[in-house]
Every structure is written in C-alpha cells, then in structure tokens.
C-alpha cells in the first residue's frame, strides 16, 4: 500500500511575521537618477519630491530605507524593485 | 541627421537614423543574453543581505527568479520586434515607430542592456563618466553604447513621465 510522504512545508517565524521589514535601496553606479525617481513613484507612489529625495540619498550615502512595515508587503516591493532593476533588499528594522 | 518625432496616439518614430545607431540599437540584446555569470547576478540580485535567510533565498531563486526573467525577456523581444519592422529609407538610413505601449519594455531593455555592458567589462563609476576613446577597442565601443543606450533611456523617461 501507497503511503503519502508528510510534505515538508516551511512557514514563517511568527517573530518575522510580527517584526518591522524595511525596504532598503542600494547605490549603483550604472542606474540612472531620473530613471531611479521614476521608478520609486511607480513602484512606492512617492511624489516627484519625495521620489528625488530618496533617488538623492542613495546616490550620496549608499542606501536609502525606502519602506518598512509588514514581511509579505516588503517582499512584494523588493520584488518590484527588482523587476525595474534596482538593487533592493529587505530587512528586519531594529527592535526600539 | 537623426530625427525623433512623438506621434499623436504617443507612439515615436525615430527617423533617418543611421547605420552605426541602427546597428548599435539592433544588438542591444547581446551583453543581457552572453550568458556571463556576472551578468545574471546583477539582473537577479538577492532580496536580503542577512545569509541566515535562506529561506527567502530559496524562495526567490524558485519563484521570483523566473518571472523576473520571463519578464527581462519579453521587454527584449518588444524592442527586438520593432527594430524588425523597420524601414529603409532611400538614402540608407532607416525608420521606425515604438509604440506607446512598448515605451516600458525599452526602458528595461535599455537599462538591462547597460547594467549587462558595465557587468561585462567591469567599468568603474570614474569610466562612466568618461567618453570612449579608441572604438576599436571593445572595451571602449561597450563604453559608447552604453552612453547611447543611457541617453536614449534618460530621454524616453522624460516622456513616460
């Protein structure tokens, strides 16, 4: 007789689920500063203002949190982020 | 001389564009699809820089990997079949029309072929601000064409937006 293989199914740490994820834009040489503005109003829905702020801070520090909030939301944006090409990665935000 | 007309119904039409840009334009595809480890690392780059998530890691090779390269792939063969239905005018130069809607899949293309070229030949942020030298050194002509693929880009953004 056939017996079914219990399926390895990972859920997520109830501890990440509750946690603060940032959305974190890092600095590359080759992206362009309008295409990078663009692509943070449409993905974010940031003004042009806003937009141009963040563009600005990853070009002069490296990195700019961009979103923070739930896990899924911020994988949904990393995502997206990649999807337009831009370096993006999520992390957990400092417990205060 | 190189003509660029924005169209009623927002497509564009680029005219009397020459050999050497049709050309360039034509192998925009190349650097993306050379099959350099570099290359793919860039165009798919890890969500998280905490090693201790592997299972996002995991999860993002499986499941978002391949959409993003479905999707990388779909904006190229946009772009590839409209520089098809170009035309040759009587001088030798040539015409064609991006449509409004194929106006995102240039802006990828562009930008994956760029990313692609400085992944390749390793250009450092001092290079890309250069200009190109001896064109026939290839290191070089990558130089040229990603500055016409950028300011092609930086150009079709101000209109999208």
Redesign the interface.
Known sequence: MATLETPDI?T?DQSDLDSVWSVIVHN?????M??VT?VFRRVLGFSKQKAERHMLEVHNKGRSMVWSGSREQA?LY??QL????L?????KAPTP | MLTIQILPNGSILFDQVGDPLFEILCSIREPVESGDPLVESR????????ADED??LDDWKAL?EPD?HD?FLAARESVAADLRGAQENSDGSYHFTIPRSHLDNW??AL??A??AL?EIHQ???AE?SRAPDDLSDPRELALMR?GVY?TL??WL??V??
């Open positions: 990972k997520k590359d040489p080759v992206n362009l309008s295409y663009l994988e990393v995502q990649h999807a337009h090409l370096l993006a990665t999520l992390e | 165009l798919f780059p890890q969500p998280s820089e905490n299972d996002l978002v993003l999707s802006l990828s930008n994956q760029r990313l400085a250009f450092t942020e890309l990603m950028g880009q930086e953004v101000s999208v937006e």
